[in-house]
């Protein structure tokens, strides 16, 4: 992103100088190059990194909201106390040896990984190949 911010840099102040002078035929010209420029770059605006935190948000609140819709009273419902399958018998309780946490977390990890993986060979933005 150093590299390229001199030059992006000028093409803003060059934008800039045209708008203030009127020379709306160039300053077109000029926004075009720049939005190529970005587009080549990978450079993301950050109107799309606020939607994205938007939706993410959203999608947090949508979750909490079915998560307190369907938790259950054990009252309510007797048989998750006995319809438990293979190594814990209690629904109502957690996994006691922690093998469906475990399970669940390595297929997030290599789901991520391998997708992320794949995803990298393409372009992408500038900030999301810093991490």
Same mark, same amino acid.
């Given at each position: 992103?150093? &590299?390229?911010?001199?030059?992006?840099? #000028?093409?803003?102040?060059?934008?800039?100088?045209?708008?203030?002078? =009127?020379?709306?035929? !160039?300053? &077109?010209?000029?926004?075009?190059? &720049?939005?190529?420029?970005?587009? #080549?770059? =990978?450079?993301?605006? @950050?109107? @799309?990194?606020? *939607?994205?935190?938007?939706?993410? +948000?959203?999608?947090? &609140?949508?979750?909490?909201? /079915?998560?307190?819709? *369907?938790?259950?009273?054990?009252? #309510?419902?007797?048989?998750?106390?006995? +319809? =438990? %399958? !293979?190594?814990?018998?209690? /629904? @109502?309780?957690? #996994?006691?040896? %922690?093998?469906?946490?475990? !399970?669940?977390?390595?297929?997030? %990890? /290599?789901?991520?990984?391998?997708?992320?993986?794949?995803?990298?060979?393409?372009? !992408?933005?500038?900030?999301?190949?810093?991490?």
């Amino acid at each position: 992103m150093r &590299l390229i911010n001199p030059e992006m840099r #000028d093409a803003r102040e060059k934008l800039t100088k045209l708008k203030q002078s =009127g020379e709306q035929r !160039l300053a &077109l010209i000029e926004t075009e190059k &720049l939005k190529k420029m970005q587009r #080549d770059y =990978g450079i993301v605006s @950050s109107f @799309s990194q606020v *939607f994205l935190n938007i939706t993410q +948000g959203f999608t947090v &609140l949508v979750w909490a909201g /079915l998560v307190q819709r *369907f938790s259950f009273k054990v009252e #309510d419902y007797p048989e998750m106390m006995t +319809g =438990g %399958f !293979l190594w814990f018998k209690d /629904l @109502s309780m957690t #996994d006691p040896y %922690f093998i469906l946490p475990l !399970l669940n977390s390595i297929t997030i %990890f /290599l789901n991520t990984y391998v997708d992320f993986n794949n995803v990298r060979t393409q372009i !992408l933005p500038i900030p999301v190949q810093c991490f």
